[in-house]
Nanobody, 116 residues
Framework: QVQLVESGGGLVQTGGSLRLSCTASGLTFNQYTMAWFRQPPGKDREFVASHIHKDGSTYYADSVKGRFTISRDIAKNTVYLQMNNLKPEDAAVYYC?????????WGQGTQVTASS
């Protein structure tokens, strides 16, 4: 079955950096658009970044542009989210998403906490 396993979350000071990883299994990795979403406490899940499998294009939420970078390592079936200059409002559970036209999968999430 398909599994997406996130890792790399934790507590970081404001202005610090973290790199999240999401390793996929049970699917053909290069046929899926990979994305990161996040859910802050008490709020809805929101889009953070995506990496399009067809042409390698990347997209970012305005709130993270210039600070976060999404990348993909096909050999490792892994997508990364490099997060720099973290702010308190970046605190959330971060979820990995794999999608294509007719199916979509989610990871279990990893917690990121930014302390001031």
């Amino acid at each position: 079955q398909v599994q997406l396993v996130e890792s790399g979350g934790g507590l970081v000071q404001t202005g610090g950096s973290l790199r999240l990883s999401c390793t996929a299994s049970g699917l053909t990795f290069n046929q899926y658009t990979m994305a990161w979403f996040r859910q802050p406490p008490g709020k809805d899940r929101e889009f953070v970044a995506s990496h399009i499998h067809k042409d390698g294009s990347t997209y970012y939420a305005d709130s993270v542009k210039g600070r976060f970078t999404i990348s993909r390592d096909i050999a490792k079936n892994t997508v990364y989210l490099q997060m720099n200059n973290l702010k308190p409002e970046d605190a959330a559970v971060y979820y990995c998403d794999a999608s294509r036209t007719y199916d979509q999968y989610w990871g279990q999430g990893t917690q990121v906490t930014a302390s001031s």
